[in-house]
């Protein structure tokens, strides 16, 4: 059977972080740079898709077809190693330690932000003919995107932080699903259905992605989007890195690891 039990690929997961932790800094950036850049054009198709077709649904049907490119050609997102890296940690795999793990998300933060900004930069030329024209619809909507969801969680203060945090928490449960999607199938086909599920809900659900947003707040910039540097990193990108953190850790990363590698004690009956 291509399926493969949660113990099994729960131990892959751990094994997939140990050797994350490991690799050389080249390999690393170059592998975020692709999920950065493939991450983010899936997005501008998703954003295409729903302006073409008016449908925000459509969009979110069709955004998983970038995630699931990216990680059969094995490429890193700082999502994914949020939930994989600390495993090897916790199952205290030889030579890993703290210092290690921060290590790796700094490089993918770097290499993701990198390959993003690289698309941005690439369809604002797309947008405007290069910068000759006025934004297209879609160039429009991506600005549009970004002063609704920086300025509109900052006008509602704590609250707003609050609900953003929240967002990026739920993401990166479902997005970490995703991740752990790849892993639970030995066939293509199985793995695309298992990532394709929560990486749809995720989208369609308007949840805060890291990554994604790496994408899309700059290209809003470049599109005449009227807020800050700032704006953007103090009200979605900080706060939406912290949530996909905490909400992959702690919603798959730990369930599926104190559940199915350190389980706990059988019951027994007298």
């Not at 690929?9 to 850049?37: C, H, N, P, Q, W």
């Not at 649904?57 to 050609?73: C, D, I, N």
């Not at 995107?145 to 609050?162: H, K, N």
């Amino acid at each position: 059977m291509s399926y493969l039990i949660p113990s099994e690929f729960v131990t892959k997961m751990v094994d997939a972080g140990e050797s994350k932790i490991f690799m050389s800094t080249r390999d690393t950036l170059i592998r975020a740079y692709m999920a950065g850049a493939i991450l983010a054009l899936a997005a501008v198709f998703a954003i295409t898709v729903a302006v073409q077709t008016g449908s925000p649904l459509v969009g979110a049907m069709l955004f998983p077809v970038g995630f699931s490119m990216l990680y059969l050609m094995g490429f890193d997102l700082l999502t994914g190693v949020f939930v994989l890296t600390p495993l090897a940690l916790i199952d205290k795999r030889p030579g890993v330690t703290i210092g290690g793990v921060l290590r790796n998300w700094g490089l993918v933060f770097v290499g993701n932000f990198a390959g993003a900004l690289t698309v941005a930069f690439l369809m604002a030329i797309v947008f405007t003919y290069g910068f000759s024209i006025e934004p297209d619809a879609v160039g429009k909507k991506i600005a549009g995107i970004g002063v609704a969801r920086t300025l509109g969680y900052e006008q509602y203060g704590a609250a707003g932080m609050l609900t953003l945090f929240i967002r990026g928490m739920l993401c990166n449960w479902m997005v970490s699903m995703g991740v752990v999607g790849a892993m639970i199938s030995t066939s293509v086909t199985g793995k695309v259905v298992a990532m394709w599920m929560p990486i749809m809900l995720f989208f369609a659900m308007a949840f805060e992605h890291s990554v994604v947003n790496m994408f899309l707040f700059p290209s809003a910039m470049m599109m005449g989007g009227n807020f800050s540097i700032m704006d953007y990193l103090i009200w979605n990108e900080i706060p939406t890195a912290v949530g996909n953190l905490v909400g992959g850790l702690a919603f798959t990363g730990l369930t599926l690891y104190s559940t199915h590698i350190k389980t706990g004690a059988k019951r027994t009956f007298s």
